[in-house]
T-cell receptor, first 114, second 115 residues
């Protein structure tokens, strides 16, 4: 148990579908992150939320839409995805009280786009 | 972000020490050295971090070279559960005033532990 829970663990969707990934943390953290891990590639930072405000968007296509309704929850809304978007999507959280607070990761959602 | 270089893979035997090297020749004075690991089918987990002095915690030890251009993560007695990808990451403590933890991951070192 990592303290960061991601659902679903696995998701298969067609290119015309709309789905959402959910992330939840009860660690009292106030920064949350979405990372993408494709096969044979390093983890890529997608979005960062600090105090529920998006502070980084690393050139992510608009077919990925994040939402952070409160400090405990983070969503990634998906629509009209491409097969190359198939990957492991990881959520993480950290505390802003110390700059070197470690990131706590969930176990990810394995997304397959058909 | 300053770059780190790690071997693609290493092997060890169970209950033996493991030394995982990391080169970071372009490290700046404000960069901390962080280590994370990713077990199969899991997200990364924090292992240890340091600036200049060697560090120990319940998981591992971190030995930092005097010139800070390299570091070594030490697992004192490897177990089968230590088989994972180990990432060495430089994290800037002076990242433009931001306090959130932006981590840039490389390919890491795949550690295989033999029984």
């Amino acid at each position: 148990e990592t303290g960061v829970t991601q659902t679903p663990r696995h998701l298969v969707m067609g290119m015309t579908n709309k789905k959402s990934l959910k992330c939840e943390q009860h660690l009292g953290h106030n920064a949350m992150y979405w990372y993408k891990q494709s096969a044979k590639k390093p983890l890529e930072l997608m979005f960062v939320y600090s105090l529920e405000e998006r502070v980084e968007n690393n050139s992510v296509p608009s077919r990925f839409s994040p939402e952070c309704p409160n400090s405990s929850h983070l969503f990634l809304h998906l629509h009209t995805l491409q097969p190359e978007d198939s990957a492991l999507y990881l959520c993480a959280s950290s505390s802003l009280s110390r700059w070197d607070s470690p990131l706590h990761f969930g176990n990810g959602t394995r997304l397959t786009v058909t | 972000d300053a770059k780190t270089t790690q071997p693609n893979s290493m092997e060890s035997n169970e209950e033996e020490p493991v030394h995982l090297p990391c080169n970071h020749s372009t490290i700046s004075g404000t960069d901390y050295i962080h280590w994370y690991r990713q077990l199969p089918s899991q997200g990364p987990e924090y292992v240890i971090h340091g600036l200049t002095s060697n560090v120990n915690n319940r998981m591992a030890s971190l030995a930092i070279a005097e010139d800070r251009k390299s570091s070594t993560l030490i697992l004192h007695r490897a177990t089968l559960r230590d088989a994972a990808v180990y990432y060495c990451i430089l994290r800037d403590s002076d990242a433009g005033g931001t306090s959130y933890g932006k981590l840039t991951f490389g390919q890491g070192t795949i550690l295989t532990v033999h029984p």
